[in-house]
């Protein structure tokens, strides 16, 4: 399903953004080693109950599995996505993937981020910053009539100089009634070809570079992604607009 959105529709977003936000800050600013990702999946519930939301995460469906059981994605080390905050404990020098989407009103807002535990490697610090620049990257091409083949060459680009595997198994997606609309957004392609933006729009871009290879394995959960390779991965997303007004990031983070 391909929707466009009127402005009031993208205020409905940005409410939803805010709070996704909220929810990276607060999780990022009280994150320490030896707690549990459930203990990070609460704050997130909290932050969602004050805030009269509703999780975009929790319960969503996925054939041959449980439905999704968090508020959240906490996916640490070789986890690249859709990792299950459960039992386990961080620990000094893991790097850690919270992915976060809310509901406001019917609109949702979705996004990821990627950070360290204590004292991280240079390898790890060097994975989260290119990873978090081809996002942003990214983001600088989105408007009125670009191709996302444009955007994803871009990106693709990106992990090729610097060495990382660029996940190509999961891809952005548009926004809006639902968390995953069309279109499907690449982290690769070629220039001037692929969908093209209109106004109207929003999408979620969301690179996924690993310090190994591309490939990825699913654990036997059914939903947690891990790299083939077990090397580590980082992850960045945000939801984007493209508004009357230009283009508008949703998500913006707090720290």
């Not at 805010?18 to 990070?40: D, F, R």
């Not at 386990?88 to 790097?95: A, R, S």
């Not at 595997?165 to 926004?175: A, D, L, M, Q």
Request: proline share 4%; glycine share 10%; with cysteine.
């Amino acid at each position: 399903m391909l929707t466009y959105k009127t402005s009031e529709d993208f205020i409905k977003m940005s409410k939803a953004g805010k709070v996704v936000s909220n929810i990276h800050y607060e999780i990022y600013q009280n994150t320490k080693p030896g707690m549990k990702l459930k203990e990070l999946d609460d704050i997130a519930k909290k932050i969602i109950e004050k805030s009269n939301v509703e999780s975009s995460f929790l319960g969503y469906p996925q054939p041959g599995t449980i439905d999704f059981p968090g508020y959240i994605c906490a996916s640490p080390n070789e986890v690249i996505v859709h990792g299950i905050p459960n039992e386990y404990v961080v620990q000094d020098g893991d790097i850690l993937s919270i992915d976060a989407g809310v509901i406001y009103q019917g609109y949702h807002a979705d996004a990821a981020f990627t950070f360290g535990i204590g004292e991280v490697s240079e390898k790890d610090k060097e994975l989260m910053k290119i990873t978090k620049y081809a996002l942003n990257e990214g983001i600088n091409l989105v408007q009125d009539g670009q191709k996302l083949g444009t955007i994803g060459h871009r990106i693709d680009e990106i992990a090729s100089k610097n060495n990382f595997g660029n996940v190509r198994n999961y891809v952005g997606h548009g926004i809006g009634l639902e968390m995953h609309e069309a279109p499907q957004v690449p982290h690769y392609g070629e220039k001037d070809t692929g969908f093209e933006l209109k106004t109207g729009m929003a999408i979620c871009i969301e690179p996924m570079f690993n310090i190994g290879s591309e490939e990825t394995v699913v654990d036997e959960d059914g939903w947690t992604v891990k790299t083939a390779d077990s090397s580590k991965s980082a992850h960045f997303e945000h939801t984007i607009g493209l508004t009357e007004e230009g283009t508008r990031v949703f998500t913006e983070n707090l720290f």
